[in-house]
């Protein structure tokens, strides 16, 4: 009994050995080729095949890189990033949100792209896209996608209803007296949901006029008549035309399977929804989230961007601007709904609305006119945390709207201090 | 009367146990879009195993389960060797500094895996070790759990045992092998179990360390799934119910074996 | 009873030192040592012990895993230790190992009592009361928030047609903890049942018998023969649930995230949140050592105290 045991431990010992001496590394192939590693949370699991498309469309034109594409789940990316990042391996290029985008170029460990891009400077980007994914005057990364937010409804509700279907016009009031008469407690009908989240509330500020940030950034602005406004119109919700915390009882997907159900009215949410909700058995639509003082979509960007340590800048730049605004890429994205690419040319994203559902596809692009990008500062995580956790509190009644935006703002002037 | 309570008592513990296992494999065979209806649907219409072949679909699902199958067994094999003999060294061997090392092997439990992860990491780095399958395996090789829980087990062995070998003149490679072991055969099926599962389950460490989609344990391929905005909770859960099967395997097999060693070795 | 010491070895043999010896004697010892301890001890010094000494430098820094690491002395360990947050942590931590401990040591106990006799499906309960230790917390969580479910939960409907009101659970401040240290407990249950029943199996029969002869009660033989000739799996779960108590993480970071309002942010939860979601990868390594002063010190006084009720072969 032993002896198989360690017999096998014997065998598996030299199995393990013989793989470690076969480490694959970025250091050029035969025929002097390129090994470029791509590191990404956005195409798993469900646009792999397209991404292998823009891949196989880039080793095309450029057939002496070799791109390599690796992937991991958005709650594990940057747990994966940053390890690699601390032990000097980090892939190549790697993609990167907005939110998180100026920790890492702030750190210096993102590739300046102006250093490699020679003459073949970016085009064809929307103007506004590119300058996000700038610090300090420097382009350290290209946009690669966006979606937005909008406001989905249930048509077939608002008509058994008998209410008028939200038009580009609406503001909250008109939602909030539309969800009142659409919710119906015994038929576990609601109205409305929108989470009661750093990331709504930030744009519903804006939507009141409000900011959240003075402009040097180094104060928090968001304590202030508009943003009682924003938090009241969040948490006023809660129980009354939108299920608690306590109804929703943590489970997963709460809200796209109410909607899926038939049992929510209005639903705020990203367009990314669109490829889920294509055979639900009733007939829904979007439109431009109501405003308040002004209108303001959430938009949420990916850019792609290069290590500060690659060895090949030239490549990585070939490929990240293959990746966020050549032809394929483009169309590739809006023929699978993988989100929109951030391109100006109006022809190619033309075809993003001759998809027949949902039939407002425009509301996408009006969306835009104006939009609210999160507030971004040095320690990201922990404000988005601190504001969401006192808006929980505001919102399951612990706390009143006032004292919970107070305890956010004092929190937030110490991680900005 | 006193065995039917009992005997109550035991199915009802029973049932709540079985519960969890229950909902996950009903839950994996039941269609999108019903799935975690509340309240829950125990006769889903239309089950059937579509989630599974998704599964199947969605990684090279055999591939990972072979990865995760023989990393287990070899770590499971090389943890039971390299802590049974250090557990008889810590309870048979006196030596000078014996309760200081003992007491280093104990605090290697007490830092969470999470500070370790970086400085790893960076070792492997260094040995240009990354992204293999000794670098996922290597960690786990020593067990510091294994150590303590074989220890206890050597020390209940009446001394007497090993005393009349060591008046036959046998060495102690050989007290260990032939009296000790076969004694503490119950410990060691348990702590087969424990070392299996804790490689099988491990998740941190190989998502860090790996990144090539041919090394990845069940555990990557099982996250993987969860994608960024949507969740199909009946793949998830039939992903669950494969993970949990080969443990279940070993766990029967292991019992048996409790119980047959048991009964040869006429303690009992 | 006077059984259990009348069959166990004379206590001179129990601590013999070892015989005196030639010097090729010891260097033969001390290779039989070396050859037993060296499998386990080297790769316990590559993979863990340096690592362990590479974050108790990364302590002494600030660092954002992004940038070079900077000196900083003790400086994270002073910041902490002004901090509120790592009070709350630790006093989390501790409040689920108060109710987490007792409740995992009793059913365990229980259930390896019951399990231990000879009854019908013996095996097969074993199996099933085992299940929840295999099963992936993710999937245990799911279900323990839906059986907590405040609104449609099963539990909530029971205590309802008890007339009772049921508590927001694990999304009430309140009741978050006591909802993790139930879920915990019962997952763990069967783990603590078959180190138990190991150590029950390792007490020979003869002595129940003799005892029962002897016209001993039931409890009686629980109290002079089990408990004490258990004592040794007893320690072991006892230390083992301590130090895993401490680190208590997975069930947390899958049920609540440390959530509502923080009720639930243990130490290991603020530790992995430092290190890869708020670039405090210093200050994170400062508090895990925090946290390990604490567990060593707890675990010191076990060891110690082991004499007193530990029984030995």
Same mark, same amino acid.
């Given at each position: 009994?032993?002896?198989?045991?360690?017999?096998?431990?014997?065998?598996?010992?030299?199995?393990?050995?013989?793989?470690?001496?076969?480490?694959?590394?970025?250091?050029?192939?035969?025929?002097?080729?390129?090994?470029?590693?791509?590191?990404?949370?956005?195409?798993?699991?469900?646009?792999?095949?397209?991404?292998?498309?823009?891949?196989?469309?880039?080793?095309?034109?450029?057939?002496?890189?070799?791109?390599?594409?690796?992937?991991?789940?958005?709650?594990?990316?940057?747990?994966?990033?940053?390890?690699?990042?601390?032990?000097?391996?980090?892939?190549?290029?790697?993609?990167?949100?907005?939110?998180?985008?100026?920790?890492?170029?702030?750190?210096?460990?993102?590739?300046?792209?102006?250093?490699?891009?020679?003459?073949?400077?970016?085009?064809?980007?929307?103007?506004?896209?590119?300058?996000?994914?700038?610090?300090?005057?420097?382009?350290?990364?290209?946009?690669?996608?966006?979606?937005?937010?909008?406001?989905?409804?249930?048509?077939?509700?608002?008509?058994?209803?008998?209410?008028?279907?939200?038009?580009?016009?609406?503001?909250?009031?008109?939602?909030?007296?539309?969800?009142?008469?659409?919710?119906?407690?015994?038929?576990?009908?609601?109205?409305?949901?929108?989470?009661?989240?750093?990331?709504?509330?930030?744009?519903?500020?804006?939507?009141?006029?409000?900011?959240?940030?003075?402009?040097?950034?180094?104060?928090?602005?968001?304590?202030?008549?508009?943003?009682?406004?924003?938090?009241?119109?969040?948490?006023?919700?809660?129980?009354?035309?939108?299920?608690?915390?306590?109804?929703?009882?943590?489970?997963?997907?709460?809200?796209?399977?109410?909607?899926?159900?038939?049992?929510?009215?209005?639903?705020?949410?990203?367009?990314?929804?669109?490829?889920?909700?294509?055979?639900?058995?009733?007939?829904?639509?979007?439109?431009?989230?109501?405003?308040?003082?002004?209108?303001?979509?959430?938009?949420?960007?990916?850019?792609?961007?290069?290590?500060?340590?690659?060895?090949?800048?030239?490549?990585?730049?070939?490929?990240?601007?293959?990746?966020?605004?050549?032809?394929?890429?483009?169309?590739?994205?809006?023929?699978?709904?993988?989100?929109?690419?951030?391109?100006?040319?109006?022809?190619?994203?033309?075809?993003?609305?001759?998809?027949?559902?949902?039939?407002?596809?425009?509301?996408?692009?009006?969306?835009?006119?104006?939009?609210?990008?999160?507030?971004?500062?040095?320690?990201?995580?922990?404000?988005?945390?601190?504001?969401?956790?006192?808006?929980?509190?505001?919102?399951?009644?612990?706390?009143?709207?006032?004292?919970?935006?107070?305890?956010?703002?004092?929190?937030?002037?110490?991680?900005?201090? | 009367?006193?065995?039917?309570?009992?005997?109550?008592?035991?199915?009802?513990?029973? =049932?709540?146990?079985?519960?969890?296992?229950?909902?996950?494999?009903?839950?994996?065979?039941?269609?999108?879009?019903?799935?975690?209806?509340?309240?829950?649907?125990?006769?889903?219409?239309?089950?059937?195993?579509?989630?599974?072949?998704?599964?199947?679909?969605?990684?090279?699902?055999?591939?990972?389960?072979?990865?995760?199958?023989?990393?287990?067994?070899?770590?499971?094999?090389?943890?039971?060797?390299?802590?049974?003999?250090?557990?008889?060294?810590?309870?048979?061997?006196?030596?000078?500094?014996?309760?200081? =090392?003992?007491?280093?092997? =104990?605090?290697?439990?007490?830092?969470?895996?999470?500070?370790?992860?970086?400085?790893?990491?960076?070792?492997?780095?260094?040995?240009?070790?990354?992204?293999?399958?000794?670098?996922?395996?290597?960690?786990?090789?020593?067990?510091?759990?294994?150590?303590?829980?074989?220890?206890?087990?050597?020390?209940?062995?009446?001394?007497?045992?090993?005393?009349?070998?060591?008046?036959?003149?046998?060495?102690?490679?050989?007290?260990?092998?032939?009296?000790?072991?076969?004694?503490?055969?119950?410990?060691?099926?348990?702590?087969?179990?424990?070392?299996?599962?804790?490689?099988?389950?491990?998740?941190?460490?190989?998502?860090?360390?790996?990144?090539?989609?041919?090394?990845?344990?069940?555990?990557?391929?099982?996250?993987?799934?969860?994608?960024?905005?949507?969740?199909?909770?009946?793949?998830?859960?039939?992903?669950?119910?494969?993970?949990?099967?080969?443990?279940?395997? =070993?766990?029967?097999?292991?019992?048996?074996?409790?119980?047959?060693?048991?009964?040869?070795?006429?303690?009992? | 009873?006077?059984?259990?010491?009348?069959?166990?070895?004379?206590?001179?043999?129990?601590? /013999?030192?070892?015989?005196?010896?030639?010097?090729?004697?010891?260097?033969?010892?001390?290779?039989?040592?070396?050859?037993?301890?060296?499998?386990?001890?080297?790769?316990?010094?590559?993979?863990?012990?340096?690592?362990?000494?590479?974050?108790?430098?990364?302590?002494?820094?600030?660092?954002?895993?992004?940038?070079?690491?900077?000196?900083?002395?003790?400086?994270?360990?002073?910041?902490?230790?002004?901090?509120?947050?790592?009070?709350?942590?630790?006093?989390?931590?501790?409040?689920?190992?108060?109710?987490?401990?007792?409740?995992?040591?009793?059913?365990?106990?229980?259930?390896?009592?019951?399990?231990?006799? /000879?009854?019908?499906?013996?095996?097969?309960?074993?199996?099933?009361?085992?299940?929840?230790?295999?099963?992936?917390?993710?999937?245990?969580?799911?279900?323990?928030?839906?059986?907590?479910?405040?609104?449609?939960?099963?539990?909530?409907?029971?205590?309802?047609?008890?007339?009772?009101?049921?508590?927001?659970?694990?999304?009430?401040?309140?009741?978050?903890?006591?909802?993790?240290?139930?879920?915990?407990?019962?997952?763990?249950?069967?783990?603590?049942?078959?180190?138990?029943?190991?150590?029950?199996?390792?007490?020979?029969?003869?002595?129940?018998?003799?005892?029962?002869?002897?016209?001993?009660? /039931?409890?009686?033989?629980?109290?002079?023969?089990?408990?004490?000739?258990?004592?040794?799996?007893?320690?072991?779960?006892?230390?083992?649930?301590?130090?895993?108590?401490?680190?208590?993480?997975?069930?947390?970071?899958?049920?609540?995230?440390?959530?509502?309002?923080?009720?639930?942010?243990?130490?290991?939860?603020?530790?992995?949140?430092?290190?890869?979601?708020?670039?405090?990868?210093? /200050?994170?390594?400062?508090?895990?050592?925090?946290?390990?002063?604490?567990?060593?010190?707890?675990?010191?006084?076990?060891?110690?105290?082991?004499?007193?009720?530990?029984?030995?072969?």
């Amino acid at each position: 009994m032993k002896k198989t045991i360690a017999l096998l431990a014997l065998a598996v010992l030299a199995t393990a050995c013989s793989q470690g001496s076969a480490t694959r590394d970025t250091t050029p192939a035969e025929g002097g080729k390129v090994t470029l590693r791509y590191f990404t949370f956005s195409a798993a699991p469900d646009h792999e095949k397209d991404l292998d498309k823009i891949v196989q469309a880039f080793e095309k034109e450029n057939p002496k890189v070799d791109v390599v594409v690796e992937t991991a789940p958005y709650d594990q990316y940057f747990t994966k990033l940053q390890t690699s990042i601390a032990g000097g391996t980090a892939p190549d290029t790697f993609e990167l949100n907005y939110e998180n985008f100026v920790t890492y170029a702030s750190a210096g460990s993102l590739l300046d792209l102006g250093t490699v891009a020679g003459d073949t400077a970016p085009t064809g980007f929307a103007e506004e896209s590119l300058n996000s994914f700038k610090h300090a005057g420097k382009q350290f990364a290209l946009p690669a996608s966006f979606s937005t937010v909008v406001l989905f409804y249930n048509k077939e509700l608002f008509e058994k209803a008998g209410v008028a279907l939200p038009t580009a016009d609406w503001t909250w009031a008109d939602e909030q007296a539309a969800a009142e008469k659409l919710t119906d407690k015994k038929a576990k009908v609601y109205g409305d949901f929108q989470p009661v989240q750093f990331f709504e509330f930030y744009k519903a500020l804006k939507q009141a006029g409000g900011t959240f940030l003075s402009d040097d950034g180094k104060k928090s602005t968001f304590n202030s008549p508009e943003g009682v406004k924003a938090a009241t119109w969040l948490v006023s919700k809660v129980g009354k035309t939108m299920p608690t915390e306590a109804e929703i009882g943590g489970t997963a997907d709460y809200d796209t399977n109410l909607f899926k159900s038939g049992k929510l009215a209005m639903w705020h949410n990203g367009i990314w929804q669109f490829a889920g909700l294509k055979d639900v058995p009733f007939e829904w639509d979007v439109v431009v989230e109501p405003g308040d003082a002004t209108k303001a979509s959430a938009v949420f960007h990916n850019s792609v961007a290069a290590s500060a340590g690659t060895k090949h800048g030239k490549e990585a730049y070939a490929w990240a601007k293959f990746l966020a605004s050549s032809n394929v890429a483009a169309t590739t994205r809006i023929e699978s709904s993988w989100e929109l690419p951030p391109v100006s040319d109006q022809a190619v994203l033309d075809g993003y609305l001759k998809d027949p559902k949902p039939a407002n596809r425009q509301a996408v692009f009006d969306s835009l006119k104006s939009i609210a990008l999160p507030p971004v500062i040095k320690r990201q995580q922990e404000m988005q945390d601190a504001v969401t956790q006192e808006l929980g509190n505001a919102a399951a009644g612990r706390a009143t709207v006032q004292e919970a935006l107070t305890a956010a703002a004092a929190k937030v002037d110490a991680l900005l201090g | 009367m006193a065995k039917a309570l009992k005997y109550l008592v035991v199915v009802a513990g029973a =049932l709540v146990m079985l519960f969890p296992f229950a909902w996950a494999v009903i839950t994996s065979l039941t269609p999108d879009g019903a799935v975690l209806a509340s309240p829950p649907d125990f006769t889903p219409e239309g089950a059937g195993l579509g989630a599974y072949e998704r599964l199947l679909e969605a990684m090279p699902f055999w591939r990972i389960l072979a990865n995760s199958l023989w990393i287990g067994l070899a770590s499971t094999a090389l943890q039971l060797i390299t802590s049974a003999m250090a557990a008889y060294a810590f309870a048979r061997l006196p030596f000078p500094g014996r309760g200081a =090392l003992f007491a280093v092997y =104990l605090a290697t439990l007490m830092v969470p895996l999470q500070v370790l992860i970086v400085p790893l990491f960076i070792e492997m780095r260094t040995f240009q070790l990354t992204d293999t399958y000794f670098a996922v395996l290597a960690p786990t090789v020593a067990s510091a759990f294994g150590v303590f829980l074989l220890r206890q087990a050597i020390q209940q062995v009446p001394r007497e045992f090993d005393e009349a070998a060591v008046l036959d003149g046998a060495g102690h490679l050989r007290i260990f092998a032939f009296v000790v072991l076969p004694l503490i055969r119950p410990a060691l099926a348990t702590f087969a179990i424990f070392a299996f599962m804790a490689s099988w389950n491990s998740y941190l460490w190989p998502l860090v360390i790996l990144r090539s989609p041919e090394f990845f344990t069940l555990p990557l391929g099982l996250a993987e799934l969860h994608g960024r905005f949507t969740t199909e909770w009946n793949v998830v859960m039939a992903g669950s119910v494969v993970s949990v099967v080969p443990i279940l395997i =070993l766990y029967l097999f292991a019992q048996k074996h409790v119980i047959a060693s048991v009964a040869q070795s006429g303690l009992k | 009873m006077s059984l259990a010491t009348e069959q166990a070895p004379p206590q001179v043999r129990r601590h /013999a030192a070892p015989p005196r010896r030639t010097a090729g004697q010891r260097w033969r010892y001390a290779g039989t040592v070396a050859i037993f301890l060296l499998p386990s001890l080297i790769p316990l010094t590559l993979f863990t012990l340096v690592p362990m000494a590479g974050s108790l430098w990364v302590s002494l820094h600030e660092w954002d895993l992004l940038q070079p690491m900077r000196w900083v002395g003790l400086a994270n360990y002073v910041e902490l230790l002004g901090e509120e947050e790592t009070r709350a942590a630790f006093l989390h931590t501790l409040y689920f190992i108060a109710g987490y401990l007792p409740l995992v040591y009793a059913g365990g106990l229980g259930l390896a009592m019951l399990l231990n006799r /000879a009854m019908k499906g013996r095996n097969l309960f074993r199996a099933v009361y085992f299940l929840p230790v295999i099963t992936s917390w993710v999937v245990v969580a799911l279900m323990w928030k839906w059986l907590l479910n405040p609104a449609s939960g099963i539990v909530n409907w029971a205590l309802g047609l008890l007339g009772i009101d049921g508590p927001g659970w694990w999304t009430d401040p309140t009741w978050a903890m006591p909802s993790i240290i139930l879920a915990s407990a019962w997952k763990d249950l069967g783990f603590v049942m078959i180190i138990l029943l190991a150590g029950l199996q390792a007490i020979p029969g003869e002595y129940h018998e003799a005892a029962r002869v002897d016209g001993a009660s /039931a409890w009686q033989r629980f109290r002079s023969i089990t408990l004490p000739l258990l004592s040794p799996s007893t320690f072991f779960v006892v230390v083992i649930s301590l130090i895993n108590g401490f680190q208590v993480f997975d069930q947390v970071h899958v049920m609540t995230g440390g959530g509502p309002g923080g009720a639930t942010q243990v130490a290991v939860e603020q530790v992995y949140k430092m290190t890869f979601e708020y670039g405090r990868a210093g /200050a994170a390594s400062a508090l895990s050592w925090l946290l390990f002063a604490v567990v060593l010190l707890v675990t010191l006084v076990q060891v110690r105290g082991q004499r007193r009720w530990v029984n030995y072969g």
